[in-house]
């Protein structure tokens, strides 16, 4: 019931800001990697996810980018995870995120949001982005979820 509350607040959100005029297209951006997973007492794994964000046009203190982020991560397989059947953590996430630049290509990434698949909760990240021109943006962070932690490598791409 969590995760479906979660959704239809997430999608509510959306619908408003689209109502209201306030989405613009170019804010609008996809991407995906690759992820090295570790869950205690079942080693590590290697995974995917993909990412689609919104950044919005505000800035805090008139340097810091928000945006907010919905995704879905596979961790692969942990060996004995789930009764020994070498399982997959996976599920859709949703975030915020803050951009603090540290230069005209390079950013600092704080992350904090919520994990609604198999490691139910909180997640808090983060980690560096540097811009190869204003469409593409690489990207690698530390994410921890309740369970599962992850150093993330990803591709951005704006519209």
Do not use: C
Request: negative net charge; glycine residues 14%; charged residues 20%.
């Amino acid at each position: 019931m969590k995760k479906i509350a979660g959704l239809v607040a997430l999608m509510s959100l959306a619908s408003v800001a689209h109502a209201e005029g306030v989405v613009n297209a170019s804010n609008i951006y996809v991407g995906g990697g690759f992820n090295f997973n570790s869950l205690p007492g079942f080693g590590s794994a290697r995974g995917f996810q993909f990412i689609g964000g919104y950044d919005f046009d505000f800035k805090l203190n008139d340097d810091i980018s928000t945006a907010v982020e919905i995704g879905y991560l596979d961790t692969g397989n942990f060996s004995g995870y789930k009764g020994g059947s070498g399982e997959d953590v996976t599920g859709f996430w949703a975030s915020a995120v803050e951009s603090v630049p540290l230069s005209s290509k390079t950013d600092m990434l704080v992350r904090l949001g919520y994990d609604f698949g198999d490691d139910d909760g909180l997640l808090l990240g983060t980690g560096l982005q540097y811009k190869f021109d204003t469409k593409v943006a690489f990207r690698m962070e530390y994410v921890a979820r309740e369970n599962v932690n992850a150093l993330q490598a990803n591709v951005l791409v704006h519209f």
